[in-house]
């Protein structure tokens, strides 16, 4: 019989459909991390994500979005230079660094708290196909304050558009 308190076993791999469920709330218990619902919900699937992986082999997160030309934030960002807003991928990224600390076993509620250094040197277009974001955790803190320090990319097509350093998020705790 299934421990009532287990709301999800970790997987390797996330569809559409679970991170929808994970943006209802509750994927990893009550008042814990969640994604938001679209059409802030950034991405449409996470392909890999581990505790040990990325580049400073403190665990890795990798999602993906799948694009159309009629995407919604294409017809408002700027009319008439149509492209995604990095701050966009920054905040897809920020909440893959919340779902990671969610899923890698902390509780709370992600907060984006910061970010040290932004690159970009490109653009997201209504002719692009696909967007990947690669999260790499730097610094995981676990105490009275969760925070997860990451490094990220968000890739256009294969060809990475922008970057980000110390990209920081906390996990906030409900106050009873």
Request: hydrophobic share 35%; net charge negative; charged share 20%.
């Amino acid at each position: 019989m299934p421990n009532p308190h287990d709301f999800h076993t970790p997987q390797p791999s996330y569809t559409r459909d679970e991170l929808l469920r994970s943006s209802e709330g509750g994927y990893f218990g009550p008042g814990n991390a969640q994604l938001p619902a679209p059409p802030m919900l950034m991405m449409d699937r996470i392909t890999e994500i581990s505790t040990n992986g990325g580049a400073f082999g403190k665990g890795h997160i990798v999602g993906e979005l799948d694009l159309a030309p009629h995407h919604w934030f294409f017809d408002c960002h700027y009319r008439g230079d149509a492209m995604m807003p990095p701050t966009l991928g920054l905040d897809a990224m920020w909440q893959m660094i919340g779902y990671w600390l969610g899923w890698s076993g902390s509780p709370g509620k992600g907060r984006a708290i910061g970010v040290g250094e932004v690159e970009c040197t490109g653009t997201v277009t209504p002719d692009t196909k696909s967007v990947r974001y690669e999260v790499a955790m730097r610094m995981v803190r676990r105490g009275k304050l969760v925070l997860g320090i990451a490094d990220g990319r968000v890739l256009a097509d294969g060809v990475c558009v922008f970057t980000a350093k110390d990209m920081r998020v906390g996990l906030t705790k409900a106050v009873d």
